[in-house]
């Protein structure tokens, strides 16, 4: 039955700690030809993304600080896929992309690493949304688009606390 190797992959793939798991409406299949997929039966369970964003920041910083936001696309897919990365705009910090390379082309367990800066407007928690979406799907990085695969978008939204450093002053009182 498809249940136990289903949980042996998720285990399997939880050991190495390069997957990324989200409960969604739907039952996870297995097939040999494309790994994990999707079919519409009225079930939760947890799947298995083969195209994620990996998003790290730090818990807290400083206003003042430039706070470093990290993200990795990862694809798992057995096609090469090309990726743009998009850090969603808010009034809360101002942000710009220092490295990584837009419609970067990732095949089969390839990463893409992007590197923004940013300033936060605001003190308290700031909420970060970052995506990374496919915009060819294809066998090699040169070949021509598979019609056959729909694109496929992952966004992590996260959350960090903006703190005021505080200054506390050295007065020598005789
Ligand atoms: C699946 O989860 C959603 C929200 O988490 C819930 O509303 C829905 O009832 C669940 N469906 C089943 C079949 O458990
Ligand atoms: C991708 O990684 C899996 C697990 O490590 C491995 O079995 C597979 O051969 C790899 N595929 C490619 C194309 O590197």
Known sequence: MWTKRLLLSISLLGLISRAKFQLTEGH???SEETG???????????????FFMELSLPYSFIR??????????????KKCAKVQATLENTNAFNAELKDG?????????????YTWEAQANIIGELSVTVSAETTQISDTCDGPNDPG???????????????????????MIR
């Open 101 to 113: 390379q837009q419609g970067a082309c990732i095949c089969t367990n390839g990463s893409a690493t």
């Open 64 to 77: 003042g600080e430039t706070l470093v936001l990290k993200g990795v696309a990862r694809n798992y897919m």
């Open 36 to 50: 994990f997929g999707m079919t519409k039966h009225s079930a939760n369970f947890t799947t298995f993304l083969p």
């Open 149 to 171: 695969q729909s694109p496929r978008k992952d966004t992590v939204v996260r959350t960090v606390t903006v703190e005021v450093l505080k200054y506390e002053p050295t007065v």
């Open 28 to 30: 996870a299949t297995l």
